[in-house]
């Protein structure tokens, strides 16, 4: 635990040291040279632990899951790196800074999907899992069909997600760093592709772990600096930001965003159970070695997300006070400059000039390579693991063969960020999203919580209701008001409902319950009765993978 | 594998084991999602409806902080309270049980061989 933490400190230390260089030097020309001297000195130090990294992956237990061997305390840190994408620090910001109160709906909500993964589903999934979700599903039903939906599932989830991020990090990298958004892309694809195919899980999990720590600490700063100005009165500066929005006392009230009821629901449904099955961070809890130590990585997980998620209650509204009315940061009509997403980096600037920007700015960046890291692991792995281990070599596939498509799978869908990165560049890519959160909510929750949980779950069951709520989720989602009404120019969306995931979950739960119910089958009797065994191993870890190492 | 699964279900303290875990977590996910659905419907029906209506009051006379912003941090909180509380019990007092009934199942498969 001590690297990761002295790494940080260097970093900061050569970073800041750098930056001091660089201006004193007069090079700057209007480039943040603090900004780009702290990254390079966030990339030397992940390729250095990715170097050591590589020479500790040897197997696919290796790759994917480090192994088996990571600590509840540094699995924990690294989901919080997993977690808080950069949506976390300038997207929540952004919304309160402009509709008010309703932008904390991404703060609680999505928290709360922390409990419910450590009351339903954490120590479960550890002692069923293997290196996917896919593996517990497996534990009892037909590997075939169900990987197939799996995985299709998840490589959607992880291209949604990915493409939101890859944009995210262009247009920052572009208005901060002075730099093309191409060359951008090509970078962040570049260390992916390093950090993976080279690294697997162990270097994933050491950028992670760096990265949280990078987060928290300048997210604290900003907090501590914004406080300040009132003296540590939170009343203080909600006065102010009341005194500051246009919208005066409503920016404290709920309703600015969501007015529509069923939206508001159907949005909340979404955050809470799509957050709670993302594959790309249950996947770290196979990187621990038992229950114990799963239900450990929680426990830090949601105390530093919960650390983290405080502190956009001050950081927001923090940004209405000191952005708003400080000509710097606006533009000729009065427009905060580069969109509300900026919020929190102009936020940094006002506290703590182009020193606290340049750290903001290189931690945000930061943000977007390690979770970009995180969901190209958990893509190769639905591509190596369950298509081509599993479905395509029935199981029958080398360790040597397997790794060998993992590191292929890591840099194609490196390439694939950065093609889809510059094809998506000036698109607004916000409502991208809402497609991986409610895949997740739509596929995963329900297939996870009722094959671990209901007895009567059967294989068919599993594929019709999956696969017809991942296609009604995708309908609904391109026949809503964002893509037929915003982007493809139609008069009216023909479902009216920007967030489909109510819906979609309704669909694909309920059809899951019926099918199974009205499957008799020889399988689905065969898929009911070992329901018992894998109760006994879900509830025990006798028999979980890699129990016997110690 | 599946004889010691077999003495394992055979032990009646198994089954308290797990319908005590079961519940615990039952309970502790309800109010969690109790929690939040009261944060979504009150921002849904805000203002019309009276759950939701006192969100946005101030929560003192001439203040500007809300009750929706005391509420939202206080449950953030509760959070990662229940869980904190959650783990101490589930590694500490379930586990220890649970050990013991492996142990001896384990043990009475081993003889039955």
């Not at chain 1, 990298?173 to 970078?187: D, N, P, T, W």
């Not at chain 1, 952005?323 to 533009?331: A, E, G, N, T, Y």
């Not at chain 1, 893509?379 to 063969?401: K, T, W």
């Not at chain 2, 303290?13 to 519940?23: A, I, T, Y």
Request: hydrophobic share 55%; glycine share 10%; charged share 15%.
């Amino acid at each position: 635990m001590k690297k990761p933490l002295l790494a940080a400190a260097l970093l900061i230390g050569m970073g800041a040291s750098l930056g001091a260089l660089a201006q004193a030097t007069g090079v700057t020309d209007g480039m943040n040279m603090n900004a780009i001297a702290m990254f390079l000195a966030f990339v030397m130090v992940s390729l250095w632990i990715t170097y050591w990294a590589a020479g500790r992956v040897k197997s696919t237990s290796d790759f994917y899951t480090a192994g088996g061997q990571i600590s509840g305390f540094q699995n924990g840190l690294a989901i919080t790196g997993d977690w808080c994408s950069s949506a976390a620090l300038m997207g929540i910001a952004g919304l309160i800074y402009t509709t008010g109160f309703d932008g904390l709906i991404y703060s609680v909500i999505p928290f709360g999907a922390w409990p419910l993964m450590m009351f339903l589903l954490a120590d479960r999934l550890r002692n069923l899992g293997k290196f996917t979700i896919a593996d517990i599903v497996s534990v009892r039903m037909a590997r075939v069909p169900i990987r197939s939906l799996i995985a299709s599932a998840g490589l959607a989830f992880v291209v949604g997600y990915l493409i939101v991020q890859m944009v995210g990090a262009g247009t920052l990298i572009s208005s901060l760093f002075g730099l093309k958004y191409e060359y951008a892309q090509v970078i962040i694809g570049f260390l992916i592709i390093v950090y993976v195919a080279f690294g697997g899980m162990v270097a994933t999990t050491y950028v992670q772990l760096i990265k949280a720590v990078l987060l928290l600490s300048g997210a604290s700063f900003i907090t501590f600096a914004v406080l300040a100005k009132f003296g540590f009165s939170p009343e203080g500066l909600y006065e102010a930001a009341v005194t500051n929005h246009p919208t005066a006392e409503k920016v404290m009230q709920p309703g600015g965003l969501l007015s529509d009821p069923i939206n508001a629901i159907s949005c909340g449904v979404m955050l809470l159970f799509g957050g709670a099955a993302m594959p790309h961070v249950l996947m770290r809890f196979f990187t621990v070695p038992d229950a114990k130590e799963a239900r450990r990585s929680v426990a830090w997980a949601a105390t530093f997300i919960g650390y983290f998620y405080l502190l956009t209650f001050v950081i927001g509204y923090g940004a209405v006070v000191f952005v708003m009315k400080d000509p710097q940061f606006l533009d000729a009509a009065g427009v905060i400059k580069g969109g509300a997403n900026m919020a929190a980096i102009h936020l940094a600037e006002a506290m703590g000039g182009d020193l606290l920007l340049g750290f903001i700015s290189a931690v945000a960046f930061a943000t977007i390579v390690a979770v970009v890291a995180g969901l190209t692991i958990a893509g190769a792995s639905a591509i190596s693991h369950d298509l081509y281990a599993n479905i395509l070599r029935h199981g029958r596939a080398s360790d040597a063969e397997v790794m060998k498509v993992s590191r292929f799978a890591s840099i194609g869908l490196g390439i694939l960020g950065i093609i889809l990165g510059i094809a998506f560049k000036e698109e607004n890519i916000a409502y991208l999203i809402v497609l991986p959160f409610t895949i997740s909510s739509t596929v995963f929750f329900p297939v996870l919580f009722l094959a671990m949980y209901w007895r009567r779950l059967t294989t068919t069951g599993i594929v019709v209701g999956g696969w017809l709520g991942l296609a009604s989720a995708v309908v609904m989602l391109v026949v809503g008001p964002t893509i037929w009404k915003d982007i493809l120019g139609h008069a009216a969306p023909i479902f009216p409902y920007k967030y489909p995931a109510l819906f979609s979950m309704a669909i694909s739960s309920v059809t899951m319950i019926v099918v199974s119910l009205l499957d008799n089958s020889a399988r689905a009797r065969a898929e009911v009765a070992a329901f018992d065994d894998q109760f006994v191993r879900s509830q025990t870890g006798l028999g979980a993978e890699g129990a016997a190492r110690h | 594998m599946e004889h010691i699964y077999r003495e394992i279900r055979r032990d009646p303290r198994f089954h308290d084991l797990e319908r005590k875990r079961g519940r615990l977590s039952w309970i502790l996910s309800t109010i969690v999602i109790a929690n939040c659905l009261w944060y979504i419907f009150a921002t849904a029906f805000f203002p019309e409806a009276g759950f939701a209506a006192f969100w946005g009051k101030p929560i003192g006379e001439g203040m500007a902080t809300t009750w929706g912003i005391v509420i939202g941090f206080l449950q953030t909180i509760l959070f990662v309270v229940l869980v904190v509380w959650y783990i101490r019990r589930a590694n500490g007092e379930f586990d220890t049980l649970k050990d013991i009934i492996v142990a001896d199942a384990t043990r009475a498969a081993g003889d039955k061989k």
